[in-house]
């Protein structure tokens, strides 16, 4: 069974740094790309990141380009969100998901919230 | 980045109604789109992928149709557990962007 669970949320101040990590089992991880999904509260679905299966490949939305970095680790089926310089609008709830062929999301995390707030 | 425009934004129907949702790419995407559902507190849910093509264990009154920039989810009879919000999502490029979302609601 394919699992993803994310974890590392919490509360910032604006400005701050916070580290989500999200644990992958039930499938071959390194061939699958990860990709990064949030939702501000009561707000739409907005993508963040994505990385490649081997991680050579990393894509950003415009909104967080420069200040978010993703990594993956595949000999412990992780993949991370770095995420420097965090203003408020950053607050969401952040979701991994696994990244099929062509760019759709078959299975999600459960999410973990990230507050930036003072 | 291509804009993704979901129709209605919000939609309330009985059980039993057949209801569609479309959504509009701000180019050419092909088959690049996506159908998620998401009910509250909870992740969302792939439905359809590359446009028309039913993941695994969806219900078949689920179908969607549509190519270039415009998209159609049709759900053609309504049971208690499809009230939830709907989500469009094209994977045409990066960055990968999704419609505002549908909230269907019962009548």
């Known amino acids: 069974e394919v699992q993803l669970l994310e974890s590392g949320g919490g509360l910032v101040q604006p400005g701050g740094s916070l580290r989500l990590s999200c644990a992958a089992s039930g499938f071959d991880f390194s061939t699958y790309a990860m990709t990064w999904v949030r939702q501000a509260p009561g707000r739409g679905l907005e993508w963040v990141s994505l990385?490649?299966?081997?991680?050579?490949?990393?894509f950003y939305a415009d909104s967080v380009k420069g200040r978010f970095t993703i990594s993956r680790d595949n000999s412990k089926n992780t993949v991370s969100l770095h995420m420097d310089s965090l203003r408020p609008e950053d607050t969401a709830v952040y979701y991994c998901?696994?990244?099929?062929?062509?760019?759709?999301?078959?299975?999600w995390g459960q999410g973990t919230l990230v507050t930036v707030s003072s | 980045d291509i804009q993704m425009t979901q129709s209605p934004s919000s939609l309330s129907a009985f059980l039993g109604d057949r209801v569609s949702i479309t959504c509009r790419a701000g180019?050419?995407?092909?088959?690049?789109l996506n159908w998620y559902q998401q009910k509250p507190g909870k992740a969302p849910k792939i439905l359809i992928y590359a446009a028309s093509t039913l993941q695994n264990g969806v219900p078949s009154r689920f179908t969607g149709s549509g190519s270039g920039t415009e998209f159609t989810l049709t759900i053609s009879s309504l049971q208690p557990e499809d009230f939830a919000t709907y989500y469009c999502?094209?994977?045409?490029?990066?960055?990968?962007?999704f419609g505002q979302g549908t909230k269907l609601q019962i009548k």
């Open positions: 180019q050419n995407i092909r088959r690049h």
């Open positions: 990385i490649s299966g081997a991680g050579g490949d990393t």
């Open positions: 999502q094209q994977s045409y490029t990066t960055p990968y962007t």
């Open positions: 998901a696994r990244d099929v062929i062509n760019g759709w999301f078959d299975h």
